[in-house]
């Protein structure tokens, strides 16, 4: 069987997982989408034409290829549509498309839900997450808790489908309408409304469902390989993310197997991705956050503008630090990563002097591990290694045309983590990769 290769996010998200996945994507049979939801955004650019996908597979940019959504995967049919729409309007051919009848449906209530959770939160003592408000938590909520959830094959079963949601509109619009304030008519469900909703999402998407562990399973049998595209990242994730701030799937690689429906032993190679520096959108602790003193808020906004540091999905900036390596570590350990891609490496281009936390100081005492909890990151100092910096790498497309201060960074990474680079980016086109090791 040939390799298989599970790309995974190392950091706190939008460490450039869509541009590796896309390079990948000629030397894989299929990619499959294996967790998260409308809440991912990942950008491919190729000679200057960029792409975001949310809930499609980057590999759909690869004429013919297999794109697969898999079980794991929250799906909102109506971001679906319109990611369809665009893709089409542009002249991309989706008819490679497949989407497991095992997927859960996003549906009104779960965004509508989402969004007044966050509103209680930061009402209330607690603070809010900052979710991305897309449905993702609650969704997998009702996944969990299986009464009234609603899976993408049960948009092809008319009667079953009409049946449950007579119930779960009646219970849905009981509890939001409790909760949602004097504006009642935002949180009433209309059976017969909701019923003809899914259906036309049914027609709409019929041809692309199918049963998709059932066919990567084929696929694995017949030799073929597989690219399990991981959608945000394994400190946002579920158990081993700074919980509560985290996402509510399996990110790190081991959420691969069930969220496609293939063995653990199936998944091959591991591949972490992660930024040169390190961002974060929404709540909870970043070490080494640029926000101590007004000359680190400026290197951060120098960071943020150069590396156009703005949600793909909600526009939001990013918080931004130096690398953390202590982080990098503990992910590329949990996740198994066999090789690292450094990406967005030219955006530090031009900063004089380059820190990079490779422990840090907690409650006294020095450490290089972390523990993954969120009041844990916050009351951890990091210990700062200073390099030189370095100037434009845009036009790198060779290791022997990085200077030799980006090489001793990018040492500092392999020594640090005990992994090798694999590949480093310099820029967001697909050309401007460099297969490193
Ligand atoms: P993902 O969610 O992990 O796929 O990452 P995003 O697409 O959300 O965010 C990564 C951003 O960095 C996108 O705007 C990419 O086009 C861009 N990008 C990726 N690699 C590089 C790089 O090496 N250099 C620069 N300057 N931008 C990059
Ligand atoms: P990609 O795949 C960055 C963050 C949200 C929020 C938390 C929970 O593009 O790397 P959710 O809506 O999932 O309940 O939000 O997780 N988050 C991401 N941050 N990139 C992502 O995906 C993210 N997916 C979720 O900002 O803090
Ligand atoms: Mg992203």
Same mark, same amino acid.
């Given at each position: 069987?040939?390799?298989?290769? %599970?790309?995974?996010?190392l ?12 390079l !990948? ?5 299929a ?12 950008? %491919?650019?190729?000679?200057g034409?960029?792409?975001? $996908? ?9 004429k ?16 679906l @549509?319109?990611? $369809?729409?665009g +893709?089409?309007?542009?002249?991309? *051919?989706? /008819?490679? !498309? ?10 009104p ?6 969004? $007044? ?11 809010p ?7 993702i938590?609650?969704?997998y ?7 009234? =959830?609603?899976?993408v ?10 049946k ?7 219970l849905k #619009? @009981?509890? +939001? ?8 008519a =935002? ?5 017969? @409304? ?12 019929k ?10 399973? *084929?696929?694995?049998? @017949?030799?073929?390989?597989?690219l399990?595209?991981? =959608?945000?990242?394994?400190?946002? *994730?579920?158990?081993? &993310? ?7 799937? #399996?990110?790190s ?6 969220? =496609?429906?293939?063995?653990?032993a /199936?998944?091959?190679?591991?591949l &972490?991705i ?38 793909? #999905? ?6 931004v630090?130096?690398l953390d390596?202590?982080v ?8 198994g ?6 990406? !967005? ?10 820190n990079?936390a490779? /422990? ?13 909890h ?9 210990i700062?290694?200073? $390099? ?22 990018l ?11 694999r ?8 050309e401007? #990769?460099?297969?490193? /090791?």
């Amino acid at each position: 069987m040939s390799t298989s290769t %599970v790309v995974v996010g190392l950091q706190w998200g939008d460490e450039g997982k869509g541009k590796i996945v896309d390079l !990948l994507a000629d030397r894989h049979d299929a990619v499959v989408r294996y967790n998260g939801g409308a809440n991912a955004g990942h950008s %491919v650019v190729i000679k200057g034409e960029r792409f975001a $996908l949310h809930l499609i597979p980057s590999g759909i940019l690869h004429k013919g290829k297999a794109a697969v959504v898999g079980n794991g995967v929250v799906i909102d049919p109506d971001w679906l @549509a319109r990611e $369809l729409d665009g +893709l089409h309007a542009r002249g991309v *051919d989706t /008819s490679s !498309l497949v989407i497991s009848d095992r997927a859960h449906v996003v549906m009104p209530w779960h965004k509508a839900e989402d969004e $007044l959770r966050e509103k209680w939160l930061s009402e209330g003592s607690l603070e809010p997450i900052g979710t991305t408000k897309r449905g993702i938590g609650p969704c997998y909520a009702d996944k969990a808790t299986r009464g009234c =959830a609603v899976r993408v094959g049960d948009l092809l079963t008319p009667g079953p489908l009409a049946k449950r949601l007579e119930s779960i509109c009646r219970l849905k #619009t @009981a509890m +939001l309408s409790s909760i949602g304030g004097p504006d009642k008519a =935002a949180y009433t469900y209309d059976h017969k @409304a909701t019923v003809d909703l899914c259906l036309a999402w049914g027609q709409r998407f019929k041809q692309y469902i199918q049963d998709t562990s059932a066919m990567l399973l *084929d696929l694995q049998q @017949a030799g073929k390989s597989i690219l399990f595209e991981g =959608a945000n990242a394994t400190l946002l *994730d579920v158990d081993h &993310g700074t919980y509560p701030y985290v996402t509510s799937s #399996t990110c790190s690689s081991q959420g691969a197997a069930p969220g =496609a429906g293939v063995p653990a032993a /199936s998944l091959g190679d591991v591949l &972490g991705i992660m930024k040169a520096y390190s961002t974060r959108v929404g709540g909870g602790p970043l070490p080494t956050e640029l926000i101590a003193t007004e000359a680190d808020c400026a290197m951060g906004d120098r960071i943020r503008q150069k590396g156009r540091e703005f949600g793909t #999905t909600t526009g939001r900036p990013r918080r931004v630090g130096w690398l953390d390596l202590v982080v990098v570590k503990y992910s590329a350990r949990l996740n198994g990563a066999k090789g690292l891609s450094v990406m !967005l490496l030219d955006v530090l281009g031009g900063i004089e002097q380059l820190n990079v936390a490779t /422990s840090y100081m907690i409650d006294g005492h020095p450490t290089d591990r972390i523990t993954p909890h969120a009041d844990w990151l916050a009351r951890a100092k990091p210990i700062y290694q200073t $390099l030189p910096g370095f100037g434009d790498l845009t036009k790198a497309r060779k290791k022997s045309e990085l200077p030799r201060s980006a090489i001793a960074y990018l040492d500092l990474i392999e020594a640090t983590v005990g992994v090798p680079v694999r590949f480093v980016s310099v820029g967001p086109d697909r050309e401007q #990769t460099i297969e490193y /090791s």
